[in-house]
């Protein structure tokens, strides 16, 4: 599956989907990061998203770090480069504000693919293993 990213951009942002226990998809943009070794959440966003009852807005973040890491949830489904995996773990953040996105896609995600970054085609490809 190939899932188009904006070479122009700073870092790969790609769309992807998160399905909440009531069934409701809920579309939004994720960095990928292959320095992340797990899945990290902005906790403003699961907030938002009902996942979370509150963003822990009293966490602060380490000298020369972007988020800090505070808790761990299971998402119902979610889907990345058009694959689906029910019953991921991510990592619950606090994300520096600027940053404007939902979470940081890591290695857990992908280490279950064969992923391929096509820069001149701004495109990730993602394929199962066979």
């Given at each position: 599956m190939n899932t188009i990213f904006d070479k122009t951009r700073h870092h790969i942002h790609i769309e992807f989907f998160v399905t909440d226990a009531?069934?409701?998809k809920w579309s939004f943009d994720g960095i990928l990061d292959t320095g992340a070794p797990r899945t990290e959440f902005n906790d403003a966003f699961?907030?938002?998203?009902?996942f979370i009852s509150s963003s822990q807005d009293k966490v602060?973040?380490?000298e020369g770090l972007q988020t800090q890491k505070y808790g761990k949830i299971i998402?119902?489904?979610?889907?990345i480069c058009g694959h689906t995996i029910e019953k991921?773990?991510?990592?619950?953040s606090h994300f520096e504000k600027s940053w404007g996105v939902a979470a940081l896609i890591g290695l857990d995600f992908f280490r279950q693919f064969r992923v391929t970054i096509d820069y001149k085609a701004g495109q990730v490809i993602a394929e199962p293993f066979i």
């Open positions: 009531k069934g409701e699961l907030a938002h998203a009902g602060s973040l380490k998402l119902p489904s979610i889907e991921f773990e991510v990592m619950v």
